[in-house]
Every structure is written in C-alpha cells, then in structure tokens.
C-alpha cells in the first residue's frame, strides 16, 4: 500500500518569504509522486511530478520539488511567495506500473500575509 | 483539447432523493476515475475505469452508489437515496495508459459539489 504525509494542514508565510510544504511518502515499490494545487471550488491542477528521472523537479509558478529516497521526502518549495500563491496543496502518490491511481495527502492550506 | 468536463458543477438536493453526476473525460483518454474530496481533506478514490470495462472499486463506494461508463467516453456517477454523509465534492479525472504514451498523470476536471439537505 502507499501512502503520504503532509505535515502542517495549515502554512502561513509572508509575501516574498520562501514556501516550504513538507511531503512524506511511503511505497514498497518506486513511487510516482506530484503535488497539485486547488483553488476554492475549483478542481485540482497538476504543478509538478517525479517520475524517476531527475530528483529535482521544476514546475509550474516558480514551485519547485526534490525527491529524497533515504528520506522518503517530496518536500515543495518556492524561493519567493506571492499572494496568488495562496490555496490549497496536495501531495499524491501513485505506483510507475498499472493505473495512475493516486493516494492523496489530507492537504496544506497556503496563507500568504501580506 | 477541452479538457475534463464535469455536470453540474452544484446540485443540492434532500435526503433520500437520486443524483447523477456527469463526466466528460479528455477525448483520447482511455482511462477515467472518480473520486470524492470532503471539506478539508484530501481526494479519495471510488472507481476506476479502462474504457467501458470498471476495473477497481473502494469499499468507500457502498451500494447505493453506480458507476457506468457505457461506450467508453463519458462517466455517470449515481447516488441513490442520499444520505448528509454523501455532501461532498465529487472529483473526475483522465488518463491515457503509460503503455499508450500516457505519462502518469491525471487530468482533473472542476468538480460537482453536492449538498444533500
């Protein structure tokens, strides 16, 4: 079974600051991991994925995460918080064979103070 | 590419009455999953299709829910006789298969909040 830890339900970071959202795994086989972002009422977008290439991984809005095996970590980050940066943030796992079924985080709510 | 379309994005409704969600997934995926996101928590997965055929179920899925995908495009997600409990936002997403060029990732759609009264 996978599964994933997201540590802090909720963030506040003023506006500049770094963004730090902490994501734990765990899987018995290499895992594919992604975070996506939700706004209110909206569905969920894809912001990045690791997928066993490169362990840093750039994605969209300037976030960026990079996946530790000794630490079972896939930690998001972004050098520079911005106020439309505020939402809602879930980590998922899924396998790298079979469907792409993902195992969701319980979320880390974004505040951004101004 | 329209991406994933969900309706109705609301439908409040009293308990014990019948809902029917409908999904339209992205044109030339082959794979389509619902899930359901209460408030506060992280999406969970219901079902799971492969074009027409319904290949995994949760045991969060009890009997008063129906999932068909009949030719293999769009989804309807039936609940029957609602309950309080059924409030909740019910995700769909898209795949197409990694053996078909897909690369692991879902395509969410905008959701169909549900408030049963």
């Known amino acids: 079974a996978q599964s994933v830890t997201q540590l802090g339900s909720h963030v506040s970071v003023s506006e500049g600051a770094l963004v730090l959202l902490r994501c734990n795994y765990s899987?018995?086989?290499?895992?594919?991991l992604f975070w996506y972002v939700q706004y209110p009422n909206q569905g969920l977008q894809l912001l990045l994925k690791y997928t066993s290439a490169a362990t840093l991984v750039k994605g969209i809005n300037g976030f960026e995460a990079e996946f530790k095996k000794s630490e079972t970590s896939f930690h998001l980050t972004k050098p520079s918080a911005h106020m439309s940066d505020a939402a809602e943030y879930f980590c998922a796992v899924s396998n790298n064979f079979g469907n792409e079924k993902l195992t969701f985080g319980t979320g880390t709510r974004l505040t951004i103070i101004p | 590419d329209t991406g994933v379309s969900q309706n109705p994005r609301h439908k409040i409704t009293k308990r014990g009455q019948n809902v029917t969600f409908r999904c339209d997934p992205i044109?030339?995926?082959?794979?389509l999953y619902w899930y359901r996101q209460t408030l506060g928590q992280g999406p969970e997965f219901l079902t799971y299709?492969?074009?027409?055929?319904?290949?995994?179920k949760s045991r969060l899925l009890s009997d008063r829910f129906s999932a068909e995908r009949p030719k293999g495009s769009f989804s309807t997600l039936e609940i029957q006789r609602t309950e309080q409990g059924d409030s909740a936002m019910y995700l769909c997403?898209?795949?197409?298969?990694?053996?078909?060029?897909?690369?692991?990732?879902?395509?969410f759609g905008e959701g169909s909040r549900l408030t049963v009264l």
């Open positions: 299709f492969q074009n027409e055929a319904q290949l995994e």
């Open positions: 899987s018995s086989v290499p895992p594919y």
């Open positions: 044109s030339e995926h082959n794979r």
């Open positions: 997403a898209s795949s197409l298969a990694r053996s078909q060029g897909g690369t692991g990732e879902l395509f």
